[in-house]
């Protein structure tokens, strides 16, 4: 199977009003979230997916570095084709960290090759489901923490993740 593109699409969700939060003795403003969606496509009509940061800078390296080297290789082994770009451009850490975000669309575009879901690629399923949890705001009351959470139990997930510390303590210490 040849790889015949791969494509980084930056993704930005405007809020209709800015979020502001307390941080770090300041206040931190969200005008919007960002993400971004890898595409690999081969020339036989295959295409894998896979999420990756969303910034113009990941974007610009995959476009500029990775799919160049990726582009017009056989995709018989994922983890070869890792292990080559680690010894070539790969040896950046940051580029060898986005790598291995296109890495998934590869695996991806095998498991479609194959009929076969990435986990059985991967050594097999191991378990039947997962439990999930809610993970939602950050750096607010504890009133508005516990209707987040309610809201969040409404939906049916039986965990919550919450952020409460608004800004680091010195006297807060974790493996004290």
Same mark, same amino acid.
């Given at each position: 199977?040849? @790889?015949a ?13 800015? =979020?502001?939060?307390?941080?770090? *003795? *300041? ?10 969606? @890898?595409?690999?496509? !081969?020339?036989?009509g295959?295409v ?8 113009? %800078?990941?974007?610009? /390296? =995959?476009?500029? !570095?990775?799919a160049?080297?990726l582009?017009?290789? @056989?995709?018989?082994?994922?983890d070869?084709?890792?292990? %080559?770009?680690?010894?070539?451009? *790969? ?7 986005? $790598? ?5 669309a590869?695996?991806d ?21 997962i439990?999930? $949890? ?10 508005? $923490? /516990? /209707? ?11 965990g ?10 010195? !006297? ?5």
């Open positions: 199977m040849k @790889i593109s791969v494509r980084a699409h930056l993704l930005s969700f405007p809020f209709a009003e800015p =979020i502001r939060l307390p941080f770090y *003795g *300041g206040e931190r403003t969200i005008l919007k979230r960002d993400a971004m969606f @890898i595409r690999v496509g !081969t020339a036989q295959l894998g997916y896979a999420p990756g940061p969303g910034s113009a %800078q990941a974007q610009r /390296a =995959i476009q500029e !570095t990775i160049p080297f582009v017009d290789r @056989i995709l018989a082994d994922p070869a084709l890792r292990i %080559q770009f680690l010894e070539g451009p *790969g040896s950046d850490p940051e580029l060898a960290k986005l $790598y291995c975000c296109v890495e998934i590869l695996y575009l095998i498991g479609k090759a194959h009929g076969v879901p990435v986990s059985e690629l991967l050594g097999g399923r191991v378990r039947d489901g439990r999930l $949890y809610g993970s939602a705001g950050m750096y607010m009351a504890p009133e508005a $923490y /516990a /209707a987040e959470a309610a809201a969040i139990a409404e939906l049916g997930f039986r919550y993740k919450m952020r409460p510390r608004s800004a680091p303590s010195r !006297t807060w210490r974790p493996f004290a």
